[in-house]
DNA sequence: GTCTATAACTTGATAGAC
DNA sequence: GTCTATCAAGTTATAGAC
């Protein structure tokens, strides 16, 4: 009994060089489309949203396919997630690194930092139709336990050096609410992106949408200006409903 | 064949009076207690991923129940999507009209705009568990298409009028990105409250997580500042990466 | 109103021919 | 590597006894 290797072929556990021979793949496309097909899918009607048929009939291939190629069904989610949204948390780090360089040891100006966590995530697939931000909303709210950690753990090398260098930009800041601002960036970009996905913006049926660059920019502005607000600590201490009037 | 009354049978299609008898409904709980258990589970799992059989395990009644009490599942999820969203919806109105009064004709101050669209939903429930928020959050990324219906409806009739209210409290600001920064706000508000749902904070096992109001007066501040903010419009182009160095 | 039993269907995954 | 055929498990919903 060995289906263990059953699966998994181009099984690139060693450091092939890169251009050797893929493993007798012919057609060159079929794993690729499955990856594409699935990604489009995930990103429309999310993961448990999409059956695996439905992603074999969209890539045009059998139903055994994603078996084959990825094994079980999150095993090709988990290859879309590592597909698309590494390249982004690299693309934030890169940034990171030279705006620091930039600054020359100084604060980073929070704008930068802004910038630099959430233009990757929104531009980085210009050309295609932008499959990314759905897809991040997805992972987001609907991942499996082994991916969600997966994420998570990616997360955090973004997250730590970014906390860091926001903390020095706004050193009057508390770093708890530091904290809560990035996960209100974070929503803002997520929400923004998937729900109103560059398509509708809540029932305006006359207007045409925003463009995504627009989009990109007021958010920007927002982010940055709540970034930059003073502490909430001490803030108005909510004016509650009085009882009798 | 009259199966079709079969089931809703406290159909209150008629304005009852309100004390008048329930419709021989002995039990005064079973289908409370389904809509309990739904609104805990739908919350914590989303809709797709409970199960009617979660739902009558989780409320110790049998499988058809709700099948008899609500027609189908979704006929179920729509009910509980009513009785939780709805006041929320009804209260962040009832704010505005309060704020509005308080201003008398000039304009409201944006704090009490934003702190009228985010108290509602992150403190109505404050007594219980807090489940609201998850609900919101679970409804917003995997409704079907009817209750995504419904609830872009009930949300359309909070969103023009505290539009139209922040149009004049902030008379300079462009309207589209006026529309875009309450996405941006519903964003926030939805994403942090569900994904860090009041349990932990991106994976700082030390900490308590803060409280639930502290994190809401962090997203009143960085919101209120938020839509302060100068336009996006003519803000720094972007600071492209360079092609050559 | 509540239950058991079951129908009708969809899902992910696999075995085995090619 | 790709296919067809099929399985086992799980799903919603319903019929009909109580």
Excluded at 54 to 67: I, M, P, S
Excluded at 133 to 160: D, I, K, N, T, Y
Excluded at 163 to 171: G, Y
Aim: proline content about 11%.
């Amino acid at each position: 009994m060995e289906p263990a290797g059953a699966f998994e072929p181009p099984a690139e556990t060693h450091p092939v060089p890169a251009e050797a021979h893929h493993p007798p793949d012919h057609h060159p496309d079929t794993r690729e489309r499955l990856l594409q097909a699935a990604e489009r899918l995930f990103a429309a009607r999310g993961l448990r949203g999409t059956t695996v048929r439905d992603v074999t009939r969209e890539a045009g291939t059998n139903l055994a396919a994603v078996n084959y190629h990825f094994g079980t069904k999150d095993g090709l989610a988990l290859e879309v997630f590592r597909r698309r949204i590494t390249p982004i948390n690299e693309e934030r780090l890169h940034r990171l690194r030279v705006a620091e360089e930039r600054a020359g040891g100084g604060p980073v100006p929070v704008e930068e930092l802004v910038r630099g966590l959430l233009e990757p995530a929104l531009l980085l697939d210009e050309e295609e139709d932008p499959v990314l931000p759905g897809l991040l909303s997805r992972f987001a709210h609907e991942s499996h336990p082994e991916l969600l950690e997966q994420m998570r753990a990616q997360l955090r090398e973004v997250l730590h050096p970014y906390l860091a260098a926001f903390r020095r930009s706004l050193p009057a800041l508390d770093p708890t609410e530091l904290r809560l601002r990035i996960h209100f960036l974070a929503g803002a970009m997520i929400h923004t992106v998937s729900h109103l996905g560059w398509l509708d913006l809540s029932g305006v049926p006359g207007e045409p949408p925003p463009e995504r660059r627009a989009v990109l920019e007021a958010l920007v502005r927002f982010c940055t200006d709540g970034f930059q607000a003073g502490p909430s600590g001490t803030l108005h201490p909510t004016p509650q409903r009085e009882p009798g009037a």
